[in-house]
């Protein structure tokens, strides 16, 4: 008999997460066995209502985008928290453990809450299913179980706002049944492009479904085609649009001089335009290393700045404080020092291109270099790699053991030698091939780990000789 059937008293967060894992899960999914008509809203709103709607309980900031939203989803809920105010915080994927993923100003959601959450939430889903089992149908995902429990988390402890990142696009994302006060789309590139679309219109036009009517949205677009999905969603919803390059603009400048110093964050030249009135530059410093950073930090200004109208007051020393302070796993993380190893989620073109712009300085400085890969077989894995060909004497290639995306070594060796390394190396587990990459780089060079999410998990859990 399923837990969620059982004396929910006796329910523990194994029993819980069992159950959790058995359930559909999107993130862990094949493409190809995703089924057409599979996503969609209306099986999440019947959940909600099912457990007494908590997401009417406290308004949203709702971010989507290809990259950046989790960045920017953090540096907003610190803004919120440094100035004082209570703040639900709903990321995704997770790094190391499941309660990352729902946070009250930073601190993960405790085991007993998280399963006090479940207790109230495996019922209603135990019934959909049997709903659905006699119509042959699916019932709730994993990650709308994941959604459902955070919004009851935060309904429960009473929280002012929280700050939500959508999972995968956002129309028909679970996370788009909250209630916003404001949206934002950090940038769009192509990624998951087997469920969004194959063109960056489709992609644009899978984000924008989170824009409500006359919702505020603020936009780190900078592809001319996408803005012009996001531009002309905005205007049918009459929500106010605020652009960057248009209406503020982002400048980014590397702190201190060495190569290391491509690790310690940067600083941020934010500035708005208005019409007709010259305005001072707003300087800060920001804590997350990379260009990238300035962008997403410029749409977190952006944000605070709107949020004041909504009676979130948030001083600039409270803006400036989070933002230097805040900072994210497996985002430009450095593991140990020699070698010199660090490892990101870059996990698509986009994202390779951006980090290898941040490391610039230390593989200028550091040699031998060499990359670890893995990566999800549904991603360009062989123009994530080019992005990566001339800047690395050795390239890892490996597979995580904890999804089933995962690309296999032949399919990884085979992009290699088409992306020009014509010798890479495979290893069978993220541990092995951070041992070679580290036998590789010798104590004097440098390691980089990118391609996945699921790669930086397994692997930031290895311990690194110094």
């Known amino acids: 008999m399923p837990p969620s059937r059982k004396d929910q008293s006796s329910l523990t967060r194994a029993v819980a997460l069992a ?12 493409p190809q066995k995703i089924s057409a008509g599979t996503f969609g809203l209306a099986r999440m709103r019947r959940l909600l209502a099912a457990i007494g709607a908590p997401q009417q309980h406290f308004p ?31 990321m995704s994927p997770h790094v190391h453990n499941l309660e990352e993923r729902i946070a009250i100003n930073d601190r993960a959601i405790s085991a007993s809450d998280l399963v006090n ?60 049944t909250a209630q916003p ?8 590139s192509l990624d998951h492009m087997a469920t969004l679309g194959t063109t960056i219109e489709q992609i644009a036009a899978e984000k924008a479904g989170i824009i409500k009517r006359g919702c505020t949205v603020i936009s780190g677009v900078n592809n001319g085609a996408a803005s012009d999905v996001i531009a002309a969603t905005a205007r049918r919803r009459r929500a106010p649009l605020l652009q960057l390059e248009k209406d503020f603009q982002a400048e980014h400048r590397r702190y201190g001089t060495g190569p290391l110093t491509a690790l310690a964050g940067g600083e941020l ?47 600039l020393p409270a803006i400036a404080r989070a933002l230097q302070k805040v900072h994210l796993p497996a985002r430009i993380e450095t593991l140990c020092q020699r070698p010199l190893v660090v490892v990101d989620a870059a996990h698509n073109v986009a994202s390779m291109q951006a980090l290898i712009e941040t490391l610039e300085p230390i593989l200028a400085a550091f040699c031998p270099r060499v990359l670890v890969f893995a990566a999800s077989n549904d991603k360009q894995i062989e123009a994530m790699l080019a992005a ?31 992306a020009g390394w014509p010798q890479p190396h495979a290893a069978h587990s993220p541990q092995e ?34």
């Open 269 to 315: 030249e934010f500035r708005r335009s208005v019409p007709g009135q010259a305005t001072a530059p707003l300087r800060f410093r920001i804590g997350m290393p990379g260009r990238h950073q300035a962008t997403n930090a410029a749409l977190a200004v952006m944000a605070a700045q709107q949020l004041g109208a909504h009676g979130f007051h948030l001083p």
């Open 181 to 188: 006060i404001l949206s934002i789309i950090t940038s769009i």
């Open 60 to 90: 949203v900031v709702h971010v989507a985008g290809t990259k950046g939203k989790g960045s920017t989803v953090a540096m907003i809920a610190a803004i919120l928290a440094e100035a004082g105010h209570t703040v639900g915080r709903y």
């Open 19 to 30: 159950w959790l894992d058995r359930r559909i899960n999107y993130e862990r999914a094949i």
């Open 117 to 176: 959450a479940f207790r109230h939430v495996m019922p209603a889903v135990d019934a959909m299913d049997r709903i659905a089992e006699k119509r042959n149908t699916n019932g709730p995902t994993w990650f709308e179980i994941m959604t459902a429990i955070a919004m009851v988390h935060f309904a429960r402890k009473k929280v002012p706002i929280a700050v939500i990142e959508t999972g995968l696009g956002g129309r028909l994302d679970a996370t788009n």
């Open 388 to 418: 990566a060909t001339d800047q690395f004497e050795h390239v890892v290639v490996t597979r995580y053991a904890t999804n089933p995306r995962a690309a296999t070594l032949q399919r990884l060796t085979e992009a290699c030698i088409q």
């Open 433 to 466: 091939a951070l041992h070679l990459a580290q036998s590789l780089a010798t104590p004097q060079g440098f390691v980089c780990i990118a391609g996945s999410f699921f790669l930086a998990s397994e692997i930031g859990s290895y311990p690194s000789t110094e």
